[in-house]
């Protein structure tokens, strides 16, 4: 138990690059996310599964490194995979086609953001107050970690629904953890969110060409 425990701690690395150490859990939650997302990107439905895998290993990592706020965002995750899975497919074994929130829903969703980002921030401001044997350090980069959480959970989310927006998101998330996980010291996650940003441009990119020709052949249908 206890050589499980240190193969899953930071503290102990699988190998090095540049000089930095990578521990096993860095390694699995940094691959399987560049994979989780790309997947995505490509519309493409293995990218539930390995979502769910990566969520499992980023929950103990960001424990580690008191990130609290992505922390519980796994868990968000975990659920949201195993949704995402399901609605993907529709009984007839086709996508849904991808779609726009339009004006007055991207508008509340703002207000969501904001709201979210204080309200978890409040929340986990007080965890080392409320659960000291648990959580003895208190949180880091409070309301930007519980900013990225919430436009995660929001972006995650329109994704699975197959939201236009959701990778619009995604952009912001990855701007900002670019520089927060820099912060943190922890390069290869770091250049892992580099590459998620690239990625989500790429997303965006793809699923706004795809949705523009939805449009049009709605259009020529009507």
Request: proline share 4%; net charge positive.
């Amino acid at each position: 138990m206890t050589d499980f425990v240190l193969d899953f701690s930071i503290e102990f690395p699988l190998f090095s690059v540049f000089g930095y150490p990578i521990s096993l859990i860095e390694f699995l939650g940094t691959t399987s996310g560049l994979a989780c997302v790309y997947l995505a990107s490509r519309n493409h439905i293995l990218t539930w599964p390995i979502g769910i895998f990566n969520s499992i290993c980023f929950f103990f990592l960001f424990f580690q490194i008191q990130l609290y706020s992505d922390m519980l965002l796994q868990i968000y995750f975990f659920g949201s995979s195993i949704y995402g899975w399901i609605i993907w497919r529709k009984r007839t074994g086709q996508f849904t086609k991808i779609v726009s929130l339009g004006r007055n829903k991207n508008l509340f969703v703002i207000f969501l953001l904001i709201v979210g980002t204080f309200g978890l921030g409040f929340f986990t401001k007080h965890l080392p107050v409320w659960f000291p044997s648990l959580f003895a350090k208190p949180p880091d980069y409070l309301y930007w970690d519980a900013f990225t959480t919430v436009t995660s959970i929001i972006a995650n989310l329109l994704l699975a629904q197959r939201k236009l927006e959701s990778w619009f998101l995604w952009v912001l998330v990855d701007i900002v953890c670019i520089v927060l996980y820099s912060l943190k010291n922890i390069p290869f996650v770091t250049i892992e969110y580099v590459i998620f940003l690239l990625i989500a441009f790429y997303g965006s990119w793809h699923w706004y060409k795809e949705y523009r020709e939805n449009q049009k052949s709605t259009s020529i249908l009507i």
